[in-house]
């Protein structure tokens, strides 16, 4: 071959790589919505706390019950998501996952008892529990291998981005609203109806890219769809001849009979060790507590002092904080590997909520609430701030990268609902207990979440493997992080 044609092969090749990167990314970010919906669903009823409280006359218990009552349905979706997405698809879960989410917006809008809210929140929670287990699995199943951490970060950039517009949009709904959240819009009805019927839009959103994106190419193969997953392959790789990885996913799959749950389970533990470790990993990312700020974030920093306007924009200032920080994880994934970032942003949890539990245990009690003093204010705010980054730029989105990979492709989606669902189950725990726990002080509500962050980093230090670098079809392989093998760099 001349020169000139090595050079015209080589360009030739560069743009067909360049292509199919730019079809992984659209396609992980149009999962990746779903990552969205669970974000805003999880921020506005942020601002609609207080509202809540007056309009239903809810007290601490009820008014847990009534915020975390979605995540109990979060947990029942993300049970069922992979068994059904093993049957009928992941675009099609997708796709209902959007039809129900707009009519619970829809019904938490112009619901008329707390009663009724509570079916309505379930009924999103069936949804975005759906979402949180497809997103990763379909992300997963179409990125190469040296893009997966990148593209598996995209599903938590879209939930930080989801709990950011929450907060905005919550946040411009009670400014133009005469009385804030309680009060009435110009439009006609009350600020927080509108709050949770701004939700709609991006759940039509999603619904419509669901119809339009291409299926799993590996759940493809094991419907023994073997043309259509290869032209998905070829979109997504930038290989012409995609035969040997069509047959590196066969042999992987290794059975055509449906994954059971029993699949997951090990006579010595009761369950396969990875699928303990993506459990743990999920229940670990939910017990820091990092959902109490920004469920609770304004009637948390309401109760320091700020008034209402200043608290709900310092959470939308963490909720920045959030934005930028998953920025700086999606950058780093693919570069330093998963475990190190586990390990550091466990490390700088444990010392910020160190720091905000004595803030608050110290604080002098006023009415009920601590009253943060002109030094403690600042400190636990900044504390607060970093805890966030810390959160943010490791665990959010490193754990969602490690459920959609880590488990091998036979009983991917099954593994991965077991570990959503226990992540939901604790997002509720956590949830459901911080008024009580609140009540009682604030001081010692942080220090539990210092402990459970303080335990993430000696379980990831002596538990979770690498999986940087390795393709999907090599995760049988994984060792305990002190056995590491090489990984794949195909």
Request: glycine share 10%; aromatic share 10%.
């Given at each position: 071959m001349?020169?000139e ?9 560069t ?9 992984a990314?659209m396609?992980?970010?149009a999962?990746?919505l779903?990552?969205?919906l669970?974000?805003?669903d ?12 007056e309009?239903?006359h809810l ?13 109990l ?9 992979g ?5 009928v698809?992941?675009v ?6 959007a ?20 079916f309505?929140?379930?009924?999103g ?10 997103a990763?699995?379909y992300i997963?199943e179409i990125?190469p ?13 879209a939930i930080?981005?989801?709990?950011f517009?929450a ?10 609203s005469v ?5 009435h ?9 509108w709050?949770?019927?701004a939700?709609t ?7 419509v ?6 299926e799993?190419?590996r ?12 032209q998905?392959?070829?979109?997504v ?11 590196e996913?066969v042999r ?7 994954v059971?749950l ?6 010595r ?15 670990f990312?939910?017990?820091?507590g990092?959902n109490v ?8 920093w309401?109760a ?5 306007n ?7 200032i963490?909720s ?12 780093l ?21 160190g ?10 009690v ?5 009253k943060?003093g002109?030094v ?22 490193v754990v ?21 669902a ?6 509720w ?17 942080y ?28 995760m ?6 002190s056995?590491?093998?090489?990984p794949?760099?195909?």
């Amino acid at each position: 071959m001349t020169t000139e044609g090595r050079e015209t092969g080589t360009s030739t090749s560069t743009a067909a790589h360049g292509h199919s990167a730019a079809v992984a990314v659209m396609l992980a970010g149009a999962a990746a919505l779903g990552g969205f919906l669970f974000g805003y669903d999880s921020s506005v009823i942020n601002g609609t706390v207080g509202a809540l409280k007056e309009q239903f006359h809810l007290n601490s218990f009820w008014i847990g019950f009534v915020v975390s009552s979605a995540l109990l349905g979060c947990a029942a979706g993300a049970w069922c998501a992979g068994p059904i997405a093993d049957r009928v698809g992941r675009v099609k879960v997708m796709v209902a996952a959007a039809v129900i989410f707009v009519v619970s917006a829809v019904g938490s809008a112009l619901a008329f008892s707390a009663a009724d809210l509570t079916f309505w929140r379930v009924c999103g929670g069936l949804a975005i529990g759906t979402a949180s287990v497809i997103a990763p699995a379909y992300i997963a199943e179409i990125a190469p291998a040296n893009l997966r951490g990148r593209l598996g970060s995209l599903q938590q950039m879209a939930i930080v981005l989801g709990i950011f517009s929450a907060l905005v949009v919550n946040y411009i709904i009670a400014r133009v609203s005469v009385g804030g959240a309680t009060g009435h819009v110009p439009w006609g009805g009350s600020a927080w109806r509108w709050m949770f019927a701004a939700a709609t839009v991006p759940a039509i959103l999603y619904g419509v890219v669901s119809l339009v994106i291409p299926e799993s190419p590996r759940y493809l193969v094991k419907k023994r769809e073997l043309a259509r997953a290869r032209q998905v392959l070829r979109k997504v790789t930038g290989r012409g001849d995609v035969d040997v990885k069509i047959g590196e996913i066969v042999r992987s799959i290794a059975s055509d009979r449906p994954v059971h749950l029993r699949d997951l389970r090990d006579g010595r533990f009761g369950l396969l060790p990875i699928v303990w470790i993506g459990i743990l990993l999920s229940v670990f990312q939910q017990f820091v507590g990092i959902n109490v700020i920004f469920y609770y974030g304004t009637t948390l920093w309401q109760a320091a002092g700020f008034g209402e306007n200043d608290a709900m924009l310092t959470s939308v200032i963490n909720s920045l904080v959030n934005v930028g920080s998953t920025l700086v994880a999606i950058a780093l994934v693919d570069k330093i590997g998963r475990r190190p970032l586990l390990l550091f942003g466990a490390a700088l949890m444990a010392v910020t909520l160190g720091v905000m539990a004595v803030c608050f245990a110290t604080a002098p009690v006023v009415h009920g609430n601590p009253k943060l003093g002109d030094v403690a204010g600042p400190v636990a705010l900044v504390a607060a701030n970093l805890y966030v980054f810390g959160f943010a730029s490791t665990w959010g989105p490193v754990v969602w990268v490690m459920l959609g990979e880590m488990f091998n492709n036979f009983i991917r989606a099954s593994a991965l609902a077991v570990a959503a669902a226990a992540q939901w189950i604790a997002n509720w725990l956590i949830t459901v207990t911080f008024p009580w726990l609140s009540g009682l002080s604030l001081g010692l509500a942080y220090g539990l979440y210092t402990l459970f962050a303080a335990l993430a980093f000696f379980f990831v230090w002596r538990s979770v493997p690498e999986t940087k670098g390795r393709e999907l079809e090599d995760m049988d392989k994984l060792q305990s992080p002190s056995q590491h093998s090489r990984p794949s760099t195909t």
